[in-house]
Each structure stands twice: as structure tokens, then as C-alpha cells.
């Protein structure tokens, strides 16, 4: 009956974590970690290393939905993706060579900076520039795009611009992401929304998609040095699925406010379990 229960449990984990983190954009990993690890006993490292390749099938799952609904864009994807993915590598060298408490700290203080931005800003237009120019770089990777959002009954127009600043944004998301294995969605979605300019949901949504690409660099680095579980993972990733399918068929019926709101709690909440576990 225990090993039921186990069973159970690591589902609900899994789909928590699939839920929320496509819903927010932060991946699966960042919510199922701190869970795995503060009530299901699973060391720190083993819970980053298995919980970033369950974030592929998080990435997978939603990231088709909100493709297929015209949410995603697949350029600003693919054209940020490389910088993430050479981040992660980074990341990871870092993840094995500091001392285990301050990851812990490190893991609660990049969630607790997360949602920042969207705690001061009350309205988009104040502090979120929505560009009508582009640079040139961005203007030649066709950075650009709409979709219908059912919420406002409207079709919503955007272009994206500073593409440099944002490559670079990006980077630093990938180093994070392969430093604490959380898919690092909450600063994607943060360059995209406040470096490049893209409405909340295509953020949110092009971040979920991303995510993916940036967590199979990451979980095979992870594999090779054995701080993952292919036991834990299978386990993990029937609850990330249904969760991101479940999401992904929420996300273009929220207001961004909403998304704003659940995001910001959701963070703070496993940002000081994180950093209690580290002092």
C-alpha cells in the first residue's frame, strides 16, 4: 500500500508541477523540486537533475497546444533558444562545484527575484514597451506575429524588437536553468514580455515551448553525471502531461492579471521554503 501511495504522490507532484509551471511559464521542475525534496525526501541534486528532463515533457505538451492555438511564436523560439541552451551548459558545470546549502539559498533567491517586475508593474502599458520598431536583427529573424485572445475577443498584433538585449537575457535564463534544472520559464517570460516587448500570454506561451529545447541540454549533462533518476522520471512525467494539457487549454481564457496573481505566489511561496532549507 506505501509503494501506492509513493506512486500516487509523485503523480500529484508531477501534475502540480505541469500545471502550474505552464500555466506561469516556469516549468514543471520549479514547482515539483521544492516538493520532492521538502516532503518526499529526495535529494537535492537527484530532484534538480530528474526534475529538468520532466520539464521536456511539460515543454512538450503545452508548448504544441499553445503552437497549435497560434499563441507561441515559433521564430522568437528558435532564434532565443540557442542562447539558453549554451547557458545551461554553464549552468550545470556551476550546480556541481558549490556546496549544497547554497544551492538551496541560491534556488530560493532566483525565485523570489522572479515575479518582482510583476508586482510593481499594476498595468502593461506603464512599464512594458510595446514596440512599433524593430532593430534590424529582429526585423530580419521576422520577429513578429498575432493571435486571437478568446478573453478579449480580439485578435492581438505585436512586433518584437531589442533582440540583442533579450539574446543576452536569455543567456543568463539558461545559465539558471542549468544551475537549478527549473526550465528558468519566469526570466524567459520576463525578456520576452519586458526586453522584447511581447504581449504576456505570447511570452508565457513561447516560453513553455522553449523550455524544452533548453531542459535536453541541461538533462543530459544530468544523465551523464548521474544526478538523475530514470525511475523518478517516469513517474513524475504522467502528472507533468496531463497538468501542461490541462493548462494549456486554460491559458487564453485567464487575464494576463490573473496570470500576474498566480505566478507571484506561486514563487514567493517555494522561494522561502528554499531558502529556510538553506540556512
Known sequence: MEVYVEVLLLFLTGFLGGLIG???????????????VSYLGIPLRVAIGSGIITT???????????????????RVGYSLAIATILGS????????????????????????IAPLPGIISRKDQIFVVRHTN??????????????????????IEYVGSRYPLSFLSMMGAGIISGLLGIGAGAFKVLSMDYVMGLPFKVSTATSSFMIGLTATSGGIQYLILGYADPL???????GVILGSYVSSRILNKLASKTLRYIFTVVVWLLAIEMIWRGL
Open 22 to 36: 505552464a500555466l506561469t511559464g516556469l516549468g514543471g521542475s520549479a514547482i515539483a523540486t521544492p516538493i520532492l
Open 56 to 74: 521536456i515533457a511539460n515543454s512538450s505538451t503545452s508548448g504544441a497546444g499553445y503552437l497549435a492555438k497560434g499563441i507561441a511564436n515559433l
Open 89 to 112: 551548459i554553464v549552468g550545470v558545470i556551476i550546480n556541481i562545484n558549490i556546496p549544497t546549502k547554497i544551492l538551496y539559498i541560491v534556488f530560493g533567491v532566483v525565485l523570489a
Open 134 to 155: 524593430q532593430d534590424p536583427i529582429s526585423m530580419k529573424l521576422g520577429l513578429r506575429g498575432s493571435y486571437y485572445d478568446e478573453n478579449k475577443k480580439a485578435r
Open 232 to 238: 523518478l522520471v517516469s513517474l513524475l512525467v504522467p
